[in-house]
């Protein structure tokens, strides 16, 4: 093979020679245009940009155009002698300042611009590279810059502009090279292909501009890569996924999925496959980011078009939730540096995965894959409530509770005088322990203790637990100022009313009447009250009296969080009010904030033997209608004489 013969790369054979082979670059190659057309030529000039994206290429195509004499009639296409001749142009120069960064060399540079051209124009410096340059040698640079000879013209290049000082800068045009669209690097790579009749599947032509990163000439060394691997077979995406160690999209969604399972081992045994077929760990972690990034789009616009990486089929396919997703992403992104500055990659991915697979998000509570659950009585009242069913009462005993569940709403609906007249007496009819005792079997997996009140909160407070058994409560998460959850404080005073203020008698244990009242709820609730008992419903009550209702939830901090959120909303307060027959104060709490608070109290017992009650304003007054109207007509009546008391 003679040395004319040799084969060139793809980058270097379709390297542009005109500004209309110029792509991706529109905004810069129409000012470029426009300057020659103008004659507007400036003395110096700033192409900066990341690799591969045609800055030295439109230097030359620039630096040609200007000097072309041959076409006068087209000043924008160079001839094809000169186009021909362009590497062999004595009065282009094209320097690199990586090899040439001392003072001697800009002063070597200084001497030489001051001969005239041979046969151009213009004499044309490009110094590639430029921000390798010394501080020495940008201050000989920058006199030549200020005051440079009539027929020199610098084109500086650079990845980095910011290490090029300020003085340089101000004294240059600056035009920023953007990265390439995947569908210019696609578009190019199918023209390529058709003149070099080499055959690529769509899927595979987007793989190679995916893996070019923005990059034409990346891209391209990669396409010249796969072809000569593919011989003249099509190249498809297995070809591109074997030669660049690229895992298909699935086995990545596949990870995801094990990852929010927490399935460990599977995800360890997946990660070493992946390994030993060959991937590249970076551009595997790359692909998770990309995946999860497409992840989020879609789910927050539900708009395919912004896809880039999966299709919404594959989407269906991610099972994770939002926290989790920004969780990942963050780690990921961290977890690059990482890589780049590891020796051992197969080792530190694995540590990455197994961080992944620990997270929890708040959504959810994950359980330790080998040991089993310890499972305690006082656990009774947490139940998970995924798939909750109120507890039903028998239907041949419904009469029987009526005249009891329904007390308040069949007072609620006489006028007030006689309320007042005979409302005390109704009550008095009915021995509500009688009620209770009789009723208590009708509730299904319901167990009430014979004990006092008072006496099984006792038990349940003072119980010996192993922190083992619980796990522990993310402290961000009860930040008091946030209204979905309860604070220690406020837990403590809700376990010191029960605790202690029942048995003082300074407020009333209603715990067994409220649990049957609940659970007996869904029988009366109408038809447009449906959504607000969502709210409500698939808690258990863990304790109540007169001014409160604590209910208990585990695995669901959702439900419990938007309980706490709207439990001051009209709609939520009449419709506790119509359940449990008095206005309530209803709070959630999970079983994890309970042992907490349960540890605390055990744990400052003297201090707990003098903590203060609190005080719980009385509901009816702000969301009584009778109340209210009472009280507007009063404000009427009295004006400003009238005092009302809190």
Not at 16 to 42: C, E, M, W, Y
Not at 488 to 506: F, S
Not at 635 to 646: H, V
Request: with cysteine.
């Amino acid at each position: 093979m003679s040395l004319s013969d040799k084969y060139l790369a793809l980058y270097r054979q379709y390297r542009p020679k005109r500004f209309d082979d110029i792509k991706g670059q529109d905004h810069i190659v129409a000012t470029l245009k426009n300057v020659i057309l103008n004659n507007k030529i400036s003395h110096a000039y700033l192409f900066c940009g990341s690799h591969g994206n045609g800055k030295t290429s439109t230097a030359k195509v620039f630096a040609n155009t200007i000097n072309c004499q041959h076409n006068e009639n087209d000043p924008l296409n160079p001839c094809s002698e000169c186009i021909n001749n362009i590497d062999r142009n004595l009065d282009i120069v094209e320097i690199d300042a990586a090899s040439n960064t001392g003072i001697d060399d800009i002063r070597d540079l200084k001497e030489k611009i001051k001969h005239l051209p041979t046969s151009s124009k213009y004499k044309i410096y490009i110094i590639d590279e430029v921000h390798m340059l010394s501080k020495g040698a940008f201050n000989a640079l920058l006199k030549t810059l200020e005051e440079p000879p009539k027929h020199a013209i610098f084109i500086l290049a650079t990845t980095d502009p910011q290490k090029i000082p300020a003085t340089i800068l101000s004294r240059v045009q600056r035009y920023n090279f953007k990265k390439m669209t995947i569908q210019t690097l696609m578009e190019q790579l199918k023209n390529i292909f058709d003149k070099e009749n080499i055959t690529c599947s769509n899927k595979a032509l987007k793989m190679i501009a995916e893996l070019g990163n923005g990059s034409f000439r990346d891209t391209l060394s990669i396409a010249d890569q796969v072809a000569i691997y593919c011989g003249n077979k099509t190249i498809d995406e297995k070809s591109v996924e074997d030669l660049f160690g690229i895992s298909d999209v699935n086995k990545v969604i596949e990870l995801i999925n094990l990852l929010n399972n927490h399935d460990l081992k599977k995800v360890i045994e997946l990660a070493r496959d992946l390994i030993v077929n060959g991937i590249d760990i970076e551009r595997f972690v790359y692909q998770m980011i990309a995946i999860i990034k497409d992840f989020l789009v879609y789910k927050k616009t539900n708009n395919s078009s912004l896809l880039e990486i999966i299709t919404s089929d594959e989407f269906s396919k991610i099972n994770l939730d939002e926290d989790k997703a920004y969780h990942y992403l963050e780690v990921l992104n961290k977890s690059i540096f990482e890589l780049k500055q590891s020796d051992i990659l197969a080792e530190t991915f694995e540590l990455i995965l197994i961080k992944l697979s620990a997270y929890k998000s708040k959504y959810e509570t994950v359980k330790h894959q080998v040991e089993s659950p310890l499972i305690l009585e006082e656990d009774a009242d947490f139940v998970v409530n995924e798939n909750f069913k109120e507890p039903e009462i028998k239907q041949n005993n419904s009469q029987q509770l009526n005249s009891f569940l329904d007390l308040n709403s069949i007072a609620n609906k006489l006028e007030t005088k006689d309320i007042v007249n005979n409302q005390l007496t109704k009550i008095e009819d009915i021995d509500i322990n009688d009620k209770l005792e009789k009723t208590t079997e009708l509730l299904i997996d319901e167990v009430t203790s014979e004990y006092d009140a008072a006496d099984i909160v006792d038990n349940i407070i003072t119980s010996d637990l192993n922190d083992e058994d619980f796990v522990l409560v993310d402290e961000s998460k009860k930040d008091i100022l946030n209204p979905s959850r309860l604070s220690l404080d406020q837990i403590l005073d809700l376990i010191n009313v029960y605790r202690r203020g029942i048995k003082e008698g300074k407020f009333v244990a209603k715990t067994d009447e409220d649990k049957l009242k609940y659970a007996n709820a869904k029988n009366i609730i109408e038809e447009d009250e449906q959504e607000t008992y969502k709210i409500l419903k698939g808690f258990n009550i863990l304790f109540s009296c007169e001014e409160f209702v604590l209910l208990g939830i585990q695995n669901n901090d959702v439900m419990l969080e938007d309980l706490n959120k709207n439990a001051y909303q009209k709609n939520v307060v009449k419709l506790a009010k119509k359940i449990f027959g008095r206005f309530v104060h209803l709070f959630a709490i999970s079983k994890e904030e309970f042992s907490e608070a349960k540890e605390y109290w055990n744990s400052h017992a003297e201090e707990m033997s003098k903590r203060q009650y609190p005080f719980y304003r009385d509901l009816s007054k702000e969301y009584d209608e009778v109340s209210l109207k009472n009280m507007e007509f009063a404000k009427s009546a009295f004006g400003d004489i009238l005092k009302i008391k809190k």
